[in-house]
């Protein structure tokens, strides 16, 4: 039994960190990895996404479609921020750097001011579970669903839509798309959108098993940055992979020595996989297929 007990307690350990560093990632993968935005909003991003699900759940919404109000939120606010802000910053980095860190600061400032240090956050939901003389969340459980359906959408929205299509057409060669009468303005807009959505979910589906606190963001946001350099720039061939490679290095030294030694060992798997790959993962798939 003892034995049951830890393979159950190392999977699900596992599965813990894996649909942390997917769903941390994934709307930082499409804003970084497809459009070469380097989003330093993207913390306060999920933070937007929290707040409004916690605003939803105790406006009397249920939890499920709170979240989904979060997201929705989230994305929209993105799509104003890509239209003032990053729309005039694509070509040039560095100034993207500035700008989004510009729009963090105001809105973790802005939060703080608005609503105080802290707020009453969401208990976490469905209870949990016994294997042996350990406990396990249920919700833990859900988390790790919707990092695969995530994972899933993605590649259909990108792979087998027709927007997907132009997304990735404009991303790649924006003025041939742009001759080809497609709005790339649009497809800019809308493409930043879900990524912010995607930050938005994180924030929404984290809320209950987080403290509500304008900075919380942070916690995601190393996470989802090596997370994201460490799988390359596809969405779906660096960020899955990259996510299972960082998750067992986590969850094997957290377990055995802690939370402390899970982010030391992290960041040290990042350092030598950028070493070994300076592409990503990425860029290793598409080399050995090439």
């Not at 030391?264 to 798997?269: M, P, R, S």
Request: with cysteine; glycine share 12%; proline share 3%.
């Amino acid at each position: 039994m003892e034995f049951v007990t830890a393979i159950v307690s190392s999977a699900y350990q596992f599965g813990d960190a894996f649909a942390f560093l997917v769903l941390s990632a994934c709307g930082l993968a499409v804003i970084f990895g497809m459009m070469g935005v380097i989003n330093l909003a993207h913390g306060e991003f999920i933070m937007c996404g929290a707040y409004m699900t916690v605003f939803a759940v105790n406006w009397g919404l249920p939890l499920p479609l709170a979240i989904l109000c979060g997201s929705l939120f989230a994305g929209l606010v993105g799509m104003i921020i890509e239209r003032v802000v990053v729309r005039r910053l694509y070509a040039r980095p560095l100034d993207s750097i500035l700008a989004t860190w510009g729009v963090s600061l105001i809105a973790s400032q802005g939060t703080l001011i608005l609503f105080g240090p802290t707020m009453r956050g969401v208990g976490t939901p469905l209870g949990s579970f016994m294997v042996g003389a350990l406990s396990f969340s249920y919700y833990r459980l859900v988390l790790i669903a919707t990092a695969l359906a995530v994972l899933l959408l993605l590649y259909l929205v990108f792979n087998k839509t027709r927007f997907g299509v132009l997304a990735r057409a404009t991303i790649q060669a924006p003025h041939m798309a742009n001759a080809l009468g497609v709005d790339t303005n649009r497809v800019y807009a809308f493409t930043f959108g879900i990524g912010a959505a995607l930050a938005g979910l994180t924030g929404g589906i984290y809320a209950p098993t987080m403290t509500m606190i304008p900075t919380m963001g942070t916690t995601f946001i190393m996470e989802a940055f090596v997370t994201v350099v460490v799988g390359g720039a596809d969405v779906f061939l660096g960020t899955a992979p990259a996510a299972a490679l960082l998750a067992v290095v986590k969850a094997s030294l957290t377990s055995w020595q802690g939370q402390l030694a899970g982010q030391i060992g992290l960041l040290l798997a990042v350092i030598l996989v950028i070493r070994l790959l300076p592409k990503g993962i990425t860029g290793f798939i598409l080399k050995d297929r090439a």
